[in-house]
Structure formats: C-alpha cells, structure tokens
C-alpha cells in the first residue's frame, strides 16, 4: 500500500507504533539504519535526519560532512518480528547533502534514475530475484560454524530438509512486509536454500532483495542458525547465486527483450566487478550450473543467460551470473543500462547455444566469451570500461576497483 507522509504520522499514531527505522544501504548493499522516535518524523520528512557519513562504507571519511535521510513514504512496512504493542516500522530513504543535493553514491537513487531513463525512452523494465542461501549450525556461544543445517539435496523434503520451516516462516513474514514471495524449494548443496520473488518495477526489486537478506538472517537467528549470503561458503560443494528474471517491454507492450539481452551479454565483463564484488565470487564460475561463458540459451541452464518458455509467464531472461554479495541496486541499474544500449545500438542477438558448456570440447569453447576469471580481471575491466564511467560516479568504480 502506497502511503504519504500525513498518512504515516497519522498511522504511527493510531497504531501505537514506538520507533521508526530508516533504512539506506552503503555502496555494497548492506543495509544499515538508524531508529527515531514518534516525535522526529515530522522533521524526517521535512527535512532529513542527519547521520555521520565517515563512518559508512564508501560515503566519506572524517572530512566530509554530514548526510541526510530523507524517508519515502510509499515504502512503510512494519517488522512483524517485533512486539505488536510499541511496534516497529521501516522505511527507506532517499540520500542528500544538507543543501539538498542529491549524494552521489546513493545507489538506490541512481537506480531510480536508470528506471526513469528507460522510462522517458518508451522502455518498461521488469525484475524478479531468484536468491540462494545456505543454512548453518551455530555454536554454544551463537556463533556460526560450517555445519549445514541438513544434508538434504535439490527439492527434498522434510524430514531430509530442515529448512522448510525456516522458508515457510521467512515467506509469512515477507508476506505480512507487503512482500510476495513466488516459490522455494530446498537447493543442491546441504542446508542450501532458495526463495523466488514475483517480477515487480526496479526499485521494489531491489529494495525486496534486500529486505529479504534482512529477514531471511532474522529469522535463522531466531531458530538458532546462521543465514550465509556468500558465494562459495563450502568448497566443493555448490555455490549460491543471485539469479536475476528481467523482462523489457514498450509502453505499447511490444517486447524487446532480444537487443536488450544483447546489450547486456556485450557488457557483462565491464558489469562483473558489482554483480560479483568478492574474490569468494570467482570460485563459484563453470561449477554447479553457475555460468563461465557469454552466451545464452533456451534451455540449458551453463549458460549465462537463459531464456525459458513458461506458458502463461511474459517472455523473459533469466542472468544467472551475479551472487548474493552484490548490491542489488547497482546490479538492476547496470542491466537497465546495458540494455537499453542493446536497443539504441539495434544490437541483434546471437543464435542460442543449446549446448552443455561444461563438457564441450576446448575447440568449441574457443568461440565463446568469457567472465572474468578473478576479482582482479573484473576490476581491470571496469576501470577501463567508458560504457562504467557512463553509468556510475566515479566515487563508486573507485571505490569497487580500488577495494577501499
């Protein structure tokens, strides 16, 4: 439900709600808060609520000033987790200097901004995330180890797998957020997990994706488990990815999806470094279905890209390259981008290669782009990338090729 400002004064009021959360997230993705009283929000709204920037991953350091959270209304949700009497609310927020200008690595800003660009153009962009993650045991003291959860393996079910009640909880929970989950299953690995999203605009995407990690960690917490949002958190064994579903159509609903995927498959390399931030990422490419190559396919799940037939779904891609460590914001930005380079670029896209990348012999492969292999390659080519120093301030790239 979206809601104005009036409403959410009103509503704090009448509902007894204690404390208000305004929610941002540093260059990363990590999500960070501060908590006000009743009292502060009509200021929040009309002003900002400062917070101290040189601490924050990213945004400054002792010398710059500081930022202001501007909380947007239409994002209220309450934290069903908390006590119902003196309840708690969230919000996320818009990010400014003191003088109003808009701070420049505010991710979630920019991606409003790729979504309104492609919006000015004729193009509607749509995004569904598919997120995996692995369960573990944690220790007497609460700490995590590396003992899954379980040894189940692909959509098994209970007794085998034990998370099926932590996703049940996790998804009610989403649910009562305004947040719709679509589907979850048990994943490959042991206490490997994965939880679906419906296809929804840009913005709620990213903000769902990251609200999901939030909630998915609450939860295992609360049933004495460690929620592991890493790539590769078991050697050996698969990895976890953030599977992105995107479609893009015209405002007269003709899909365009083709050039866009060409865009995106042609700027995937200069992409990598923000979808796959860590060196931890690069261990999980060419194993476990998780793609090596630049291509696309129908079927085959090797492949970067997959474009499946589902009856009765609008046709989209699925980008199975990027993994939970990514900020969801820069990933949905930079796919924007790229694609709507593929389409003022009256980029064609390749024939399908319906073909199983793992096992193809070397002269085959040899035709095929690849990702990076390192975090190293990703970084190099992002610096020298002018479709990145297009798309992202040069605070941002310095900062992720940099690793400060």
């Given at each position: 439900?979206?809601?104005?400002?009036?409403?959410?004064?009103?509503?704090?009021?009448?509902?007894?709600?204690?404390?208000?959360?305004?929610?941002?997230?540093?260059?990363?993705?990590?999500?960070?808060?501060?908590a006000?009283?009743?009292?502060?929000?009509?200021?929040?709204?009309?002003?900002?609520?400062?917070?101290?920037?040189?601490?924050?991953?990213?945004?400054?350091?002792?010398?710059?000033?500081?930022?202001?959270?501007?909380?947007e209304?239409?994002?209220?949700?309450?934290l069903?987790?908390?006590?119902?009497?003196?309840?708690?609310?969230?919000?996320?927020?818009?990010?400014?200097?003191?003088?109003?200008?808009?701070?420049?690595?505010?991710?979630?800003?920019?991606?409003?901004?790729?979504?309104?660009?492609?919006?000015?153009?004729?193009?509607?962009?749509?995004?569904?995330?598919?997120?995996?993650?692995?369960?573990?045991?944690?220790?007497?003291?609460?700490?995590?180890?590396?003992?899954?959860?379980?040894e189940a393996?692909?959509?098994?079910?209970?007794?085998?797998?034990?998370?099926?009640?932590?996703?049940?909880?996790?998804?009610?929970?989403?649910?009562?957020?305004?947040?719709q989950?679509?589907?979850s299953?048990h994943?490959?690995g042991p206490?490997?997990?994965?939880?679906?999203?419906?296809?929804?605009?840009?913005?709620?995407?990213?903000?769902?994706?990251?609200?999901?990690?939030?909630?998915?960690?609450?939860?295992?917490?609360?049933?004495?488990?460690?929620?592991?949002?890493?790539?590769?958190?078991?050697?050996?064994?698969?990895?976890?990815?953030?599977?992105?579903?995107?479609?893009?159509?015209?405002?007269?609903?003709?899909?365009?999806?083709?050039?866009?995927?060409?865009?995106?498959?042609?700027?995937?390399?200069?992409?990598?470094?923000?979808?796959?931030?860590?060196?931890?990422?690069?261990?999980?490419?060419?194993?476990?279905?998780?793609?090596?190559?630049?291509?696309?396919?129908?079927?085959?799940?090797?492949?970067?890209?997959?474009?499946?037939?589902?009856?009765?779904?609008?046709?989209r891609?699925?980008?199975?390259?990027?993994?939970?460590s990514?900020?969801?914001?820069?990933?949905?930005?930079?796919?924007i981008?790229?694609?709507?380079?593929?389409?003022?670029?009256?980029?064609?896209?390749?024939?399908?290669?319906?073909?199983?990348?793992?096992n193809?012999?070397?002269?085959?492969?040899?035709?095929?782009?690849?990702?990076?292999?390192?975090?190293?390659?990703?970084?190099?080519?992002?610096?020298?990338?002018?479709?990145?120093?297009?798309?992202?301030?040069?605070?941002?790239?310095?900062s992720?090729?940099?690793?400060?």
């Open positions: 439900m979206k809601y104005t400002p009036v409403e959410i004064i009103q509503y704090v009021r009448e509902e007894d709600v204690k404390f208000i959360r305004l929610a941002f997230c540093d260059i990363y993705g990590n999500q960070k808060n501060i006000i009283m009743p009292y502060e929000l009509e200021r929040a709204f009309a002003h900002g609520m400062p917070v101290d920037a040189s601490a924050i991953a990213g945004f400054g350091d002792e010398m710059h000033e500081d930022l202001f959270l501007h909380p209304a239409s994002t209220l949700a309450r069903p987790w908390r006590p119902e009497s003196g309840s708690v609310v969230r919000m996320f927020c818009d990010i400014t200097y003191a003088d109003g200008r808009p701070f420049e690595a505010d991710c979630r800003r920019l991606l409003k901004n790729a979504a309104e660009e492609a919006d000015r153009k004729g193009i509607q962009f749509r995004f569904g995330t598919e997120m995996e993650f692995y369960l573990f045991k944690t220790d007497e003291t609460g700490a995590p180890t590396r003992i899954p959860h379980d393996g692909y959509m098994d079910i209970a007794p085998a797998d034990k998370g099926e009640n932590v996703r049940r909880e996790v998804q009610l929970t989403l649910e009562q957020m305004g947040i989950p679509e589907s299953h994943e490959e206490g490997q997990n994965e939880i679906d999203f419906k296809s929804s605009d840009p913005i709620s995407a990213a903000d769902n994706a990251v609200t999901f990690q939030s909630v998915v960690r609450t939860i295992a917490g609360r049933n004495g488990l460690y929620a592991d949002f890493s790539p590769k958190p078991l050697p050996g064994y698969p990895g976890s990815g953030l599977h992105i579903n995107l479609s893009a159509q015209t405002h007269e609903g003709r899909d365009c999806l083709d050039p866009v995927i060409a865009g995106i498959m042609d700027k995937i390399c200069e992409c990598t470094v923000f979808m796959n931030p860590i060196s931890n990422s690069y261990e999980r490419f060419g194993k476990s279905k998780a793609p090596k190559y630049i291509s696309w396919s129908r079927y085959n799940r090797s492949q970067l890209i997959r474009v499946p037939e589902l009856p009765g779904v609008p046709r891609a699925e980008l199975r390259s990027p993994d939970p990514a900020n969801p914001y820069l990933a949905l930005l930079l796919l981008r790229a694609g709507l380079y593929g389409i003022e670029n009256h980029m064609e896209l390749a024939q399908p290669t319906d073909i199983n990348l793992y193809a012999p070397a002269e085959t492969l040899e035709n095929y782009g690849r990702l990076p292999e390192n975090l190293e390659a990703a970084r190099y080519a992002a610096e020298e990338s002018s479709f990145i120093k297009a798309s992202l301030p040069a605070r941002l790239i310095r992720y090729c940099s690793g400060n």
